[in-house]
């Protein structure tokens, strides 16, 4: 018995490498040379072509299509019906396969419903991208991304509450981790444990 879980309406091809713990829920297609971690849960209607990576613990919401060239890391978390693409330009008399453009989603990212995502930008580390909106460029860590094309509105903590900053500073009101933005860039402030 395999140490991860595939609903017998999914396809699992030979060549996929999948990490224990692993939830593959119906009608998914798991290509040769997918690479997926641990305890990842893809919902209904997934594929995961070949070429592409998920890192442990990744969320693939229904109606999601990873293709090749996709990488995403860590704790990403990927809304129903998000859209990912690999070439700019496509024509269906072309072929542009040598074309493809790698996009890359970093740790602990959430893709909101209906999102797309345009080829070749990267998504920095706990961004979050509202529902429907369009990225075509890089999105800095922690963004708050809304719009078509997406614009930044915000700063989003990594538990996923949205920032109040207050002369460049915030603290989360839920988990009260503490943010300092410098030249349009958010970075965590370690704060000291207890003495002891």
């Not at 609903?7 to 060549?15: K, L, Q, R, T, W």
């Not at 209607?45 to 229904?62: D, F, H, I, P």
């Not at 330009?89 to 890359?104: A, F, I, M, Q």
Request: net charge positive; charged share 15%; proline share 5%.
């Amino acid at each position: 018995m395999p140490p991860f879980f595939a609903h017998e309406s999914s396809y699992i091809d030979d060549g996929a490498v999948i990490g224990d713990g692993t939830k593959i829920w119906h009608f998914c297609h798991v290509l040769p040379g997918a690479v997926i971690g641990e305890r990842c849960n893809l919902g209904q209607n997934v594929v995961v072509m070949g070429g592409s990576a998920l890192g442990n613990n990744v969320k693939v919401q229904n109606n999601v299509s990873i293709y090749e060239g996709v990488s995403l890391e860590d704790d990403v978390f990927c809304g129903p019906s998000c859209v990912f693409t690999n070439v700019t330009n496509p024509r269906s008399h072309v072929s542009r396969k040598s074309e493809y453009r790698r996009t890359l989603v970093r740790k602990g990212s959430s893709i909101g419903a209906n999102a797309t995502i345009v080829c070749g930008v990267t998504l920095g580390e706990y961004c979050f991208i509202g529902a429907g909106a369009v990225v075509r460029s890089d999105v800095p860590a922690y963004a708050l991304m809304v719009g078509v094309p997406a614009r930044r509105v915000g700063w989003m903590c990594r538990c996923g509450v949205r920032l109040q900053l207050q002369d460049g500073r915030a603290s989360c009101a839920a988990c009260g981790a503490a943010y300092q933005e410098r030249e349009g860039v958010l970075h965590p402030i370690d704060r000291p444990g207890p003495a002891g």
